[in-house]
């Protein structure tokens, strides 16, 4: 642990990672737009640039509010607010007898109106629960076939050893893209793609370790001794792998994340309206060659930084774990 905390890569990797794990994780305890998919529609209020401020009245205020549970707030938002009146500067002297709000899009708007900022927090929650899964998935998977493939040998590796190569021809995004399509839109669809597309680089290294590792002579010792393959594989072998799949665990987060973006930015991620960084990049795009270009890139940079941040994890990861890099 003082050697992580020591390494300048990892440090400033995971700080990201932390910030904007709790950010996304306090989700709609903390966005201005508290509402379902931070999905408030004003039309008076799309396009809004980075910073600017409105006012507007709450036609709704006066009926009481039905409490909502903390744990269901921050689950899943509360209802929509359809009964906001935007108002200008001008107008206040008109509502003199009603309560007027004032409300700052610290990241602008989108084209509906909807407060970028909101949609950011939640999007990232998207992410990170995308990523955070289906790196586990992956793991699962991959480790599994791999101490199969590797330990047992014989018709097991040429099976899996087959299966790994027809998976590693094919690029991921591609393999994504085509699970998404059979498996059509959804939260749960999104994330079986990419655990399923992930899961070959954990299962390749895994196996060639496992080949190594069941030569050795405290393996030949448990096999004398009438240990059986099972008890060899997850009690002998894995623990010994640790070190390979916390490196592995990170870059599959950075990829799980960068996938889950890609099929979002081609349609095929979660169901709109759902924010999801990659989603808002393809609906913004447009803006790019006008004068609000923010809307595509403040997600897209947000993506850039997240994935960077956990490369920069796993490269302080290997440097620290790997005692051949330390010298290099």
């Given amino acids: 642990m003082k050697a992580l905390i020591k390494n300048k890569l990892f440090l400033f990797g995971a700080i990201i990672c932390l910030i904007l794990t709790v950010i996304s994780t306090l989700g709609y305890l903390i966005t201005p737009d508290s509402s379902t ?7 008076e209020w799309k396009n809004l640039k980075p910073g600017a401020k409105v006012l507007y009245i709450d036609e709704n205020s006066s009926t009481p509010n039905a409490e909502i549970n903390l744990w269901e707030l921050w689950l899943n938002g509360s209802p929509s607010n359809n009964h906001i009146k935007p108002i200008l500067p001008s107008e206040i002297t008109q509502y003199k ?21 909101s949609r950011m927090i939640i999007g990232g929650r998207v992410s990170l629960s995308i990523g955070f899964l289906a790196m586990i998935s992956s793991l699962l998977i991959g480790t599994f076939i791999g101490l199969l493939s590797g330990f047992l040998g014989g018709l097991y590796d040429k099976f899996f050893s087959w299966l790994i190569a027809v998976f590693w021809s094919v690029p991921t995004l591609l393999i994504a893209m085509g699970l998404s399509m059979f498996l059509a839109k959804g939260f749960y669809q999104v994330l ?76 095929l991620g979660v169901s709109p309206p759902t924010p999801t960084w990659g989603m808002m990049v393809k609906e913004n795009m447009g803006y790019l060659v006008l004068d609000n270009a923010s809307m595509a890139l ?31």
């Avoid at 998919?37 to 039309?43: G, K, L, M």
């Avoid at 007898?97 to 900022?117: A, I």
């Fill in 37 to 43: 998919n931070a999905n408030t529609i004003v039309h």
């Fill in 97 to 117: 007898h009603q309560q007027v709000y004032s409300k700052t899009f610290w990241m602008g708007s989108d084209q509906f109106g909807r407060d970028m900022l």
């Fill in 192 to 267: 079986l793609a990419t655990a399923l597309s992930t899961w070959v680089e954990v299962a390749r290294v895994v196996r060639g370790q496992a080949i190594q590792l069941r030569e050795r002579e405290y393996i030949l010792a448990a096999k004398i001794n009438g240990f059986s393959s099972v008890r060899i594989m997850f009690l002998h072998i894995l623990p010994n792998l640790k070190g390979s799949l916390t490196v592995l665990a990170t870059t599959n987060f950075a990829s799980a994340i960068l996938l889950e973006a890609g099929l979002g930015f081609l349609g």
């Fill in 298 to 328: 403040i997600p897209g940079i947000a993506i850039m930084i997240l994935v960077m941040a956990f490369n920069l994890m796993s490269m302080g990861l290997r440097d620290v774990l790997d005692p051949r890099t330390t010298n290099q």
